[in-house]
T-cell receptor
Framework: EADIYQTPRYLVIGTGKKITLECSQTMGHDKMYWYQQDPGMELHLIHY???????EKGDLSSESTVSRIRTEHFPLTLESARPSHTSQYLC?????????FGSGTRLTVV | EDQVTQSPEALRLQEGESSSLNCSYTVSGLRGLFWYRQDPGKGPEFLFTLYSAGEEKEKERLKATLTKKESFLHITAPKPEDSATYLC????????????FGQGTELSVKP
C-alpha cells in the first residue's frame, strides 16, 4: 500500500514543453525530497522541503523548480524540457524514523 | 566530502549461495545508515536503519551490520526473488535529514 504517490509513471514529451511531475503523500510528513536517478547510477538530491513554503536546492544542479503550498503536495516543474532532462525522478518524504519513496516518474524528452 | 561506496557493483549468485554486500562510508558525523531494495522501474523500498557501530538487524534472509567505517548486508541462502538492486545511504548530522546514496549493488540470484 503506497503512502506516497507519483504521477505520471511514464512520460514522453517533446523538447521545449513545460511539464509538472506530481508527488503527494498521506503520512503528514513535513520533509519531502526529489531525487534524480540515471540507470545504474546513485540517487542525487535535486530539491527538498522542510515544510509548507520551504524549498531548497539539493546537491545536484537542476533546471527544475518545486513548490510546497500544502504539506501533502510537492510538485516538480520543468519550464522547458530538454533531452538532457531524460531520467527517473523519485519523490520521497520522511519523519524521524526514515524515508518513504514513491514509485518514480520515468521522463523521456525527445 | 561525505561519500558512500558500494561493492561489488554486480553480484551473481546461485540459489542458496550465501554472500555479503559492502557499503563503505566517509562522513563527518553519521546520524544513520540505511539499506534499501530497489526493483526495476520502482522506487527504493526500506529495509533497515543502523545507528551505531556494533548494531545488527535482521529480516528474513537479510542481516545488516555496522562498523565505524562500513556496513555489510549479509544474504543467507538467497532465493531468485531476492534479485534486485540494494542501495546503501547515509544520513549526516547538520544536513537536514538528507540521504547520501551509494551507486548500489545489483544482485542476481539464479535458480
Amino acid at each position: 500500500e503506497a503512502d506516497i504517490y507519483q504521477t505520471p509513471r511514464y512520460l514522453v514529451i517533446g523538447t521545449g514543453k513545460k511539464i509538472t511531475l506530481e508527488c503527494s503523500q498521506t503520512m503528514g510528513h513535513d520533509k519531502m525530497y526529489w531525487y534524480q536517478q540515471d540507470p545504474g547510477m546513485e540517487l542525487h538530491l535535486i530539491h527538498y522541503s522542510y515544510g509548507v513554503n520551504s524549498t531548497e536546492k539539493g546537491d545536484l544542479s537542476s533546471e527544475s523548480t518545486v513548490s510546497r503550498i500544502r504539506t501533502e503536495h510537492f510538485p516538480l516543474t520543468l519550464e522547458s524540457a530538454r533531452p538532457s532532462h531524460t531520467s527517473q525522478y523519485l519523490c520521497a518524504s520522511s519523519d524521524n524514523y526514515g524515508y518513504t519513496f514513491g514509485s518514480g516518474t520515468r521522463l523521456t524528452v525527445v | 566530502e561525505d561519500q558512500v561506496t558500494q561493492s561489488p557493483e554486480a553480484l551473481r549468485l546461485q540459489e542458496g549461495e550465501s554472500s555479503s554486500l559492502n557499503c563503505s562510508y566517509t562522513v563527518s558525523g553519521l546520524r544513520g545508515l540505511f539499506w534499501y531494495r530497489q526493483d526495476p522501474g520502482k522506487g527504493p523500498e526500506f529495509l533497515f536503519t543502523l545507528y551505531s557501530a556494533g548494531e545488527e538487524k535482521e529480516k528474513e534472509r537479510l542481516k545488516a551490520t555496522l562498523t565505524k567505517k562500513e556496513s555489510f548486508l549479509h544474504i543467507t541462502a538467497p532465493k531468485p526473488e531476492d534479485s534486485a538492486t540494494y542501495l546503501c545511504a547515509v544520513q549526516v548530522y547538520n544536513q537536514g535529514g538528507k540521504l547520501i546514496f551509494g551507486q548500489g549493488t545489483e544482485l542476481s540470484v539464479k535458480p
